[in-house]
């Protein structure tokens, strides 16, 4: 699971993958721990309101605003996976606002760990182009290129504008120039752009029916 925070300021991630055989009897028992009415003292003390605990089949996920918070948060975790007798590996990570995505931060990575994360690093920060296009009405157009343009500029692309018009709806398409993460984000922003204008005309439609 790569998910990102719950909350925009919960940036750093703790996974906990159990390996025990019965591991998702004793997740659910180890959640209860945490959360339940019978918690154990050192537990709720270690654990603050503002840690948020998830789980996906056998693996445990705790997300907090501070690095602080998230070791405190470890602490009450381990002790309730001992007490339950169920061994887990675990991992730390903080997320990066740059890539977009979580960096582990313990263990260590790796020396293999760490070249694959710098090619990885250098090729999406390498400069390219490329052509984005999107179907949009008529009436609404303006607005789009008005939306988007401001988000190339936002990522620091350099953005040109191509309009093919139909009877109903217009192809605008954006040809933009910068490193591959940021094209991403914005290809990204441009279909979800793309599928509200959509729902909107629907709108627009049925209410004049």
């Known amino acids: ?13 703790l996974q906990a993958h159990l390996d025990s ?14 959360r339940g009415p019978h918690v154990i003292s050192d537990v709720k003390a270690a654990v603050a309101p503002d840690v948020v605990i998830t789980h996906n089949e056998n693996t445990l996920f705790a997300y907090a605003a501070s690095e602080d918070a998230l070791a405190q948060a470890r602490g009450a975790i381990e002790a309730a996976l001992q007490s339950d007798g169920v061994p887990a590996s675990i991992v730390l990570s903080r997320w990066d606002e740059q890539f977009d995505r979580w960096l582990q931060t313990d263990p260590p990575p790796t020396a293999e760990e760490k070249l694959s994360e710098q090619n990885r690093e250098s090729a999406e920060l390498t400069v390219e182009t490329r052509t984005l296009v999107a179907s ?3 009436m609404i157009r303006p607005e789009v ?23 109903l709806t217009s192809q605008v398409a954006f040809t933009v120039t910068g490193p591959k993460h940021e094209i991403d ?3 990204r922003a ?16 049925v209410s004049q029916l």
Not at 21 to 30: D, I, R, T, Y
Not at 151 to 163: P, T, Y
């Open 136 to 138: 949009v009405g008529k």
């Open 1 to 13: 699971m790569n998910a990102q925070p719950q909350q925009a300021d919960q940036d750093w991630r």
């Open 190 to 205: 441009l279909n979800e752009e793309e599928r509200q204008t959509i729902r909107a005309e629907r709108q627009v439609m």
């Open 145 to 167: 290129e008005q939306t988007m343009t401001a988000w190339a500029q936002k990522l620091g692309l350099k953005v040109e504008l191509i309009e093919h018009p139909h009877l």
């Open 21 to 34: 055989p019965a591991s998702h009897s004793a997740l659910q028992g180890l959640l209860g721990h945490l």
């Open 185 to 187: 984000e914005f290809r």
